[in-house]
């Protein structure tokens, strides 16, 4: 039983359900952030990162910032490109639209290669565009957390490796690392941002990066200086790089709470095969996108390789409208996401299952939400059709 004040299952995607020993890492008392018993836990946090990314080279490097997701698209925009850049932003929705907006914000030219509603862009049409210009980097949103759709990460990384050697790939796993399988080093990834509010299990307030050490030499052979001070790896690639040494320093102040419960989840994800991780996920995930299509429900992503594992977008009854079953939901325990892609946000709602609620076998929050979805969804009026349950 959880220790926490009773209160409805977030199965939004992203923040999630905190286990009790990550909340409870967050009280610890208050510690000198130069000191050394802190700078150990940093160290420690950031070394344990490099396994949650699968990377064992000694020259890739993690980064962990106070602030959101947001911020590790400052972070890419302000590092890995200059002022002029032209990069290819893979569309699969609402957060490649921000992600453009940010590289636009440094002076960087963002062309997006978009892909119907519920759809990626496929391979050969990306092979097309990476022939057309010469781009400094392709970014790639894996799980897109306004449609729930999933990218192939592997598949887009040998294309670009294949075609366009020199292209920096970066993909934003805010709604995908740790809960979905990523081989930086394997991959031949450049960079991969996260947050620590979805499948790593935090509070929000951290954002996350792994840069290969390509990323890292590119950014040494700027010709301009990055144009943030805050997001600046100028300021920040000596601070982590003592944390890990186990040495003092200081550019900016570190959240010690917030990394003391990143240092727990992290902890518990590694105390288990990854592997295992992912399984679960995705079993839990099928479970979910089943009941759903039994339901007589569509999901955004139609088709079964584009469906995310860690959640699920799902369309509505013709008709039906977010305000009308999320209040009912509460009631029954369970918060849900209204839609998010501006074009059809009225018409869909968001099942986040990714975390505690899926790995600890003592919650039943997944089975919870099932039946109170298609209980609500009768209670407003909602007749599945027939030879639908
Ligand atoms: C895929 C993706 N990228 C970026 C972000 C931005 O992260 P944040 O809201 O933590 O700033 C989000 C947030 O949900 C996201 O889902």
Redesign the pocket.
């Known amino acids: 039983m959880s220790e926490q004040a009773p209160h409805p299952a977030l199965l939004i ?2 923040p999630i359900e905190f286990d009790d020993e990550v909340l409870k890492a967050m009280s610890h008392y208050s510690e000198s952030h130069v000191g050394m018993p802190f700078v150990n836990t940093f160290g420690e946090t950031l070394s344990m990162l490099r396994k949650l990314f699968q990377t064992s080279d000694p020259n890739s490097q993690p980064f962990v910032l106070s ?7 400052d972070q890419v925009a302000a590092n890995l490109a200059e002022p002029g850049d032209e990069v290819l932003v893979l569309h699969t929705g609402y ?1 490649a639209d ?2 453009a907006d940010c590289f636009e914000t440094y002076g960087v030219k963002a062309t997006q290669l978009k892909a119907p509603i519920g759809d990626r862009p496929q391979q050969d049409e990306v092979e097309k565009a990476l022939k057309e210009k010469n781009y400094k980097m392709i970014t790639i ?6 449609t729930g759709v999933l990218s192939e990460i592997e598949g887009i990384a040998k294309l670009v490796h294949k075609v366009s050697p020199d292209t920096l790939i970066v993909v ?5 690392v740790g809960c979905e399988e990523i081989k930086f080093d394997e991959w031949g990834l450049d960079c991969v ?1 996260t ?1 620590s ?2 499948a790593i299990g935090c509070p ?1 307030g951290l ?1 996350i990066v792994m840069t290969s050490a390509r990323g890292i030499e590119r950014f040494r052979a700027r010709k301009v200086p990055p144009g943030s001070y805050f997001a600046s790896w100028k300021n920040w690639l000596p601070i982590m790089q003592n944390y890990e040494a186990k040495k003092p320093s200081y550019f900016a102040t570190p959240s010690p709470q917030l990394i003391h419960a990143l240092h727990t989840s992290l902890t518990q994800i590694l105390s288990r095969p990854l592997d295992e991780r992912f399984k679960v996920h995705k079993e839990v995930s099928q479970k979910i996108k089943k009941a759903i299509t039994d339901m007589g429900l569509k999901q955004l992503a139609s088709k079964p390789e584009n469906q995310a594992n860690g959640m699920t977008a799902i369309y509505l009854p013709e008709g039906m409208t977010p305000p009308e079953i999320l209040p009912t939901l509460m009631k029954k325990g369970v918060v849900f996401a209204g839609g998010l892609h501006k074009e059809i946000a009225g018409k869909y709602v968001r099942f986040g299952h990714m975390g505690v609620s899926v790995t600890d076998p003592k919650r039943d929050d997944i089975d919870r939400a099932i039946k109170a979805l298609k209980e609500g969804l009768t209670e407003v009026g909602y007749k599945a059709p027939n030879g639908s349950s």
């Not at 602030?67 to 698209?73: H, R, Y």
């Not at 949103?141 to 306004?146: A, L, M, Q």
């Not at 934003?172 to 995908?176: I, K």
């Open positions: 995607p992203g602030g959101s997701g947001t911020l590790g698209w957060f921000s992600f949103t894996h799980t897109d957390t306004s934003d796993g805010v709604c995908s941002i947050a509010q979805k929000a954002s």
